[in-house]
């Protein structure tokens, strides 16, 4: 009598916890993540502050902060080195938004300069950065490029709300 | 909507569209097929998924019922999003496998308190860009023993680029 509620009481435990395990286990995946440490260490000790990372499988760009000046810096992952990018910080412009593609070949910034917001196309290869313009008027904040350089997505203010203008790129 | 530039070696380039929304935190997916966005619906922030080329909301499963509070983040397929969520009166990452419909709660080494992620496209790393003592910083995490890769393609299917 006593066995067989302990294997009653032992069925219900397991019917009604099984699958309470079973949901969390399936909805929440717990544990931690592995930091890059050397990466993470260059990360931290070549600039005071870096902000606005996007990640791409070869290539990290951010907005990094030296004495007081903040410039877009292309770093190649394989070497843990800043790529040279000619052309691209200048010492009357602030960087606001910066998105490259997945070869590190195209840039999509969005930068100010003398109280404008500029929207830009950086060609790495060729080493030209070029204007955009949305054709209705608006002040871009962000950008995201895909990994092809093709698609360029804009977080643009207008009349007090944020929108988004999507654009395909040509070669 | 087309987009000009100042420069005559930019063509003109066919608009995909203009969302109208009081939305924020555009990402494309790295195949440029799946946009995410941060949407405020009656005074809540919620993150959707959009597929571009069908111009239809992809489901997320777990995300409706967090409160959003931005820089979403998608793969290469949009397989993977990352997003940064407000919990407790605190900000944590996420990330939803869209594919088989699990969430992995990313746990950051104390005292980080996340502002803007970036996945990897295939999703093998995330970069964190956290808030340490009043000074931002950026940090890229591996996430491989954590979720599976998503699909990339191969080299010879990008562009080429050199360093």
Partial sequence: ?171 | MSLASCSTSVKTAPSLGVFKQNQRDAALSGNGENLAIIVDQQGRATVQVQDLRQGKFLPTRHLNRYQAHGSPSLSWTGRYLAVIIQRNNRREVIIEDRTKGRLHRIQLPINRDPIRVSLSPDARQIAIQSSIQGKWRVEVFDLRQKIDADVVPGREALPSASQ
């Fill in chain 1, 1 to 171: 009598m006593r066995r067989n509620l302990k294997i009653r009481l032992n069925k219900s435990i397991f019917f009604i916890y099984f699958p309470l395990l079973l949901i969390l286990g399936g909805c929440n995946q717990g544990g931690s993540i592995q930091p890059l440490n050397g990466l993470n260490g260059m990360l931290l000790t070549s600039s005071n502050s870096r902000k606005e990372p996007d990640l791409e499988r070869n290539w990290l760009v951010t907005l990094s902060n030296s004495n007081g000046k903040e410039k877009i810096e292309l770093i190649n992952l394989r070497t843990r080195k800043a790529i040279p990018i000619p052309g691209v910080n200048r010492p009357d412009a602030q960087p606001l938004s910066v998105s490259i593609s997945a070869n590190g070949e195209r840039m999509a910034i969005i930068r100010q300069r003398a109280n404008q917001i500029e929207l830009l196309l950086y060609r790495r290869r060729l080493g030209t950065l070029q204007q955009l313009e949305l054709k209705r008027k608006g002040i871009p904040r962000k950008v995201s490029l895909d990994g092809k350089g093709r698609v360029l997505a804009v977080q643009v203010s207008r009349d007090g709300l944020w929108e988004t203008d999507l654009f395909r790129l040509s070669n």
